[in-house]
């Protein structure tokens, strides 16, 4: 079982420069999410989606992009790169419960990504 | 809003020790309650969850029980060892939220031999 699948997993961008962090899921998972992590500050919720062709923003959505065109991927574009965006960065799937909370939540083993 | 506080770290313990983090929530209804467990390098994995006021959630040895009371989830543990070592988080996920996970700034615990 590959659960959630992060590529790449380091990266080092110059300040300007565009990406795009992949994130893919085998499970079926209805919704999928990204967070973004830094020190003292736990997991910020940056995107994320209830389905394929829905998305919506979280708590930090601005320098990213997202789409979702199919139910297994859910990639993360970073417009133009700025230091403030150096992070680690996670991606999550979980299945609905039906009433809208996420269940078996599983997550990436992360992409750790440098500004310089 | 919904958030999630939990105690600041780091914590260091003796192995054998007795564990708690505190985490306290705040949310409207009924949230979902989690601790993920961060080993160094590695992402984030469950390590007990409970859904409804006065559930208990365990694994390996950890435990916190939902309440609502307090609205607190504190994570224990009766004996720790040093490959308890890692960074936890409490989270919490709401009803019609698409799944959104609201976490707490995370507390590094460090156990030594």
């Known amino acids: 079982n590959a659960g959630v699948t992060q590529t790449p997993k380091f990266q080092v961008l110059k300040t300007g420069q565009s990406m795009t962090l992949q994130c893919a899921q085998d499970?079926?998972?209805?919704?999928m999410s990204w967070y973004r992590q830094d020190p003292g500050m736990g997991l910020r919720l940056i995107h994320y989606s209830v389905g394929a062709g829905i998305t919506d923003q979280g708590e930090v959505p601005n320098g990213y992009n997202v789409s979702r065109s199919t139910t297994e991927d859910f990639p993360l574009r970073l417009l133009s790169a700025a230091p403030s965006q150096t992070s680690v960065y996670f991606c999550a799937s979980s299945y609905s419960d039906g009433g809208g909370a996420g269940y078996g939540y599983t997550f990436g083993s992360g992409t750790r990504l440098t500004v310089v | 809003g919904n958030s999630v506080t939990q105690m600041e770290g780091p914590v260091t313990l003796s192995e054998e020790a007795f564990l708690t983090i505190n985490c306290t929530y705040t949310a409207t209804g009924y949230p979902s309650l989690f601790w993920y467990v961060q080993y160094p390098g590695e992402g984030l994995q469950l390590l007990l969850k409970a859904t409804k006021a006065d559930d208990k959630g365990s694994n390996k040895g950890f435990e916190a029980t939902y309440r609502k009371e307090t609205t607190s989830f504190h994570l224990e543990k009766g004996s720790v060892q040093v490959s308890d070592s890692a960074v936890y988080f409490c989270?919490?996920?709401?009803?019609?939220?698409?799944?959104?996970?609201?976490f707490g700034q995370g507390t590094e615990l460090s156990v030594k031999p």
């Open positions: 989270a919490l996920s709401r009803y019609n939220q698409g799944g959104k996970l609201i």
């Open positions: 499970m079926n998972h209805e919704y």
